[in-house]
């Protein structure tokens, strides 16, 4: 069962321009959404999350919007530079149990200068 | 800033051995994770330990896996015996008391051949 669902698969945006990655979830008990940043041969890195009673959160270049009828939220990435080139994942948590964050399969981002 | 660490960075071992995992989770962090991720698939949970027990576990996590927390500073995760199938890149992540946020470490490549 596929909890998150994340699209699209590749992205490729041009240095200025707006990265746009969408998820999908399933489980309406989750009550927590990161996004997480990963650069080859690294580990995930918090990048930016929301709880669902909010329909926007930014910070900086990011934004990420939440829309709960819909069950879908999005990460948008504002004047994207080649340095946001990396592999970007959403997940979903159930805050009433420590622990698993279910996460998207990825969206690999190239910025081209 | 603080980090969470792994090591080894990369470990090799044969089918049927034995593997030990090691990760410091940052230090004043009560919350702890193992996730596992095959090359090129998503981000999976396999356990997460608080108050020195397994909090919850996945499918994944079966009896031939095991974590321990054995001194105040370490967190392992040890592969009784270890299948091809267990090949991954195994992440440690770790989080406050009462918070949502994991932060993980940068991974280690498990080869078993």
């Known amino acids: 069962q596929q909890q998150v669902k994340q699209s699209p698969q590749s992205l490729i945006v041009q240095k200025g321009g707006i990265s746009i990655i969408n998820c999908a979830y399933e489980?309406?008990?989750?009550?927590?959404f990161p996004w997480y940043q990963q650069f080859p041969g690294k580990g995930p890195a918090l990048l930016i999350a929301?709880?669902?009673?909010?329909s926007e959160k930014k910070e900086g270049r990011f934004t990420i919007s939440f829309n709960k009828s819909a069950k879908q939220f999005s990460l948008h990435i504002m004047d994207s530079q080649p340095g946001d080139s990396a592999t970007y994942f959403c997940?979903?948590?159930?805050?009433?149990?420590?622990?698993?964050?279910?996460f998207g399969r990825g969206t690999q981002l190239t910025v081209w200068p | 800033e603080p980090e969470v660490t792994q090591t080894p960075s990369h470990q090799v071992t044969q089918m049927g051995q034995e593997v030990i995992l090691r990760c410091v989770p940052i230090?004043?962090?009560?919350?702890f994770y193992w996730y596992r991720q095959i090359l090129g698939q998503k981000v999976e949970f396999l356990v997460s330990f608080y108050n020195n027990e397994i909090s919850e576990k996945s499918e994944i996590f079966d009896d031939q896996f095991s974590v321990e927390r054995p001194d105040g500073s370490n967190f392992t995760l040890k592969i009784r015996s270890t299948k091809l199938e267990d090949s991954a890149m195994y992440f440690c992540?770790?989080?406050?008391?009462?918070?949502?946020?994991?932060?993980f470490g940068p991974g280690t490549r498990l080869t078993v051949t």
């Open positions: 992540a770790s989080g406050q008391q009462g918070s949502y946020e994991q932060y």
């Open positions: 997940a979903g948590y159930r805050g009433s149990t420590l622990g698993r964050l279910y």
């Open positions: 929301i709880r669902p009673d909010v």
């Open positions: 489980n309406t008990a989750f009550d927590y």
């Open positions: 230090s004043n962090h009560l919350y």
